[in-house]
């Protein structure tokens, strides 16, 4: 081992290993590639592929091609010059400063936990076995399948989060455009819908996914599903029905087993330097950073903006600099509806209609990685709008 200064023994080349090639992966690894310290940077992520998650509703609906929303890793590793290892991180020991993979172990100078969020079942097996999850692009093009398929009467989409909304929003779109015999229910378990939102939103938001033909269920859930049977809390049984499961999401198995403090989601918490350890980081769904009395919601910007910090940071340890502090600064959100609306807060004013939906989709080109997948994206979206004003005006 190398003294790369006086204060800080680390390995030479100094040893980067970032969990998780998402949006906060990558702003990492683009932080640190361009500013060409002398690093070993080592992305793992468990897939092949960078998947813009934001637009997975959008694949369900076909209204955008999962080649647009999607970076290859590995082609990414050779042109940003850094080592991808496509694996399941199993174990993180800070003690012995490594990462557990399949066969090996890798050491680390620095760590940055980003891997992001994926379903919780909360422990119920029965539906873990039964239903879909709506995690990555593949899950979205299976489901998008199975929703054409005739053996499917009915589709159940279990829980009314952000996910569950625009999920059932563009699942009804499509079962509408192609012209298919089948219901979609979204079920949710409390007596007032849309929780997250504001009240005037939460109406809005009922309005148009009722108007759209979504069947949305209050005080509803999941008991048990045998075979596309499946058997509600209120006793009601729906035969043939496909469920997706969108009722709750929470970190991989790794960091419930790291022994630092997590959240009930299992978000790993960080401090104002987005330091959860010594020279250990985490960004994104993974970490929960306390903001006026909240910890951050999930999102691709501050996803993006923890990740490009926390490269900044690791520069300035090894150069022996004071750290930087991570200020949020929300630009709100948008919640995308199939048939042309969305609503949100952008900026702190609440918004509705097609400007916010305009944002949504300018948001998505935006952060999406390579101009010829921009302009893709840009031109799916043109056709679709044309098509559906035909379809539905
Ligand atoms: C349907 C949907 C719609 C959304 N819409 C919006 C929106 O409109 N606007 C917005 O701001 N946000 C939206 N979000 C949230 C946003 O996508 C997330 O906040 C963002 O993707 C988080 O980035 P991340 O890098 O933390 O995680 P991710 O982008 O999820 O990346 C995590 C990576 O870690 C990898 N990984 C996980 N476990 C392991 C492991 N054990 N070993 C190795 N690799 C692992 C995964 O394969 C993945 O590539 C949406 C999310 C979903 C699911």
Excluded at 113 to 121: C, D, L, M, R
Excluded at 151 to 170: C, D, M, R
Excluded at 291 to 307: D, I, P, T
């Amino acid at each position: 081992m190398n003294t790369v200064n006086d204060k800080f023994p680390f390995n030479d080349p100094v040893i980067v290993v970032i969990i998780g090639g998402g949006f906060a992966g990558l702003s990492v690894v683009k932080g640190l590639c361009k500013k060409s310290a002398d690093l070993k940077i080592i992305l793992i992520d468990i897939k092949l592929t960078f998947d813009f998650l934001p637009a997975l509703p959008d694949v369900v609906s076909q209204n955008i091609s999962s080649q647009f929303l999607q970076a290859d890793l590995t082609e990414l590793s050779r042109r940003w010059n850094f080592e991808f290892i496509c694996e399941e991180v199993k174990a993180v020991s800070l003690v012995d400063k490594c990462v557990s993979i399949s066969n090996r172990t890798i050491v680390f100078d620095f760590l940055v936990v980003a891997s992001g969020s994926q379903t919780n079942f909360y422990g119920h097996d029965n539906l873990k076995q039964n239903c879909l999850v709506f995690d990555t692009i593949h899950d979205a093009l299976v489901l998008s399948e199975k929703c054409a398929d005739p053996q499917w009467k009915n589709i159940i989409i279990a829980g009314g989060g952000y996910t569950g909304v625009e999920l059932s929003s563009q699942v009804c779109a499509f079962i509408q455009r192609k012209r298919l015999n089948k219901k979609v229910l979204l079920l949710i378990r409390s007596d007032n819908p849309f929780q997250f939102l504001k009240q005037n939103q939460n109406k809005y938001t009922y309005n148009v996914l009722s108007k759209s033909g979504v069947d949305i269920r209050l005080k509803t859930e999941v008991k048990n599903i045998h075979d596309g049977r499946v058997e509600l809390n209120t006793g009601e049984v729906i035969e043939n029905a496909l469920t997706v499961w969108t009722a709750g999401v929470k970190t991989p198995e790794f960091i419930w087993n790291m022994g630092v403090p997590i959240t009930e989601q299992g978000r790993i918490m960080v401090n104002k330097q987005l330091l959860f350890a010594d020279y250990c980081f985490a960004a994104g769904d993974s970490s929960a950073f306390e903001h006026q009395g909240n910890f951050l919601r999930m999102a691709v910007h501050f996803s993006c903006m923890e990740g490009l910090l926390i490269a900044q940071n690791i520069l300035r340890i090894i150069k022996g600099l004071p750290l930087k502090e991570y200020k949020p600064f929300d630009l709100g959100y948008v919640l995308p509806l199939a048939n042309s609306q969305a609503c949100g807060i952008i900026l702190g004013i609440s918004v509705w209609g097609r400007i916010p939906l305009f944002l949504h989709y300018f948001m998505c080109i935006v952060k999406t990685l390579g101009w010829r997948k921009k302009w893709g994206i840009f031109k799916e979206l043109i056709i679709h709008l044309r098509t559906y004003e035909k379809t539905f005006s």
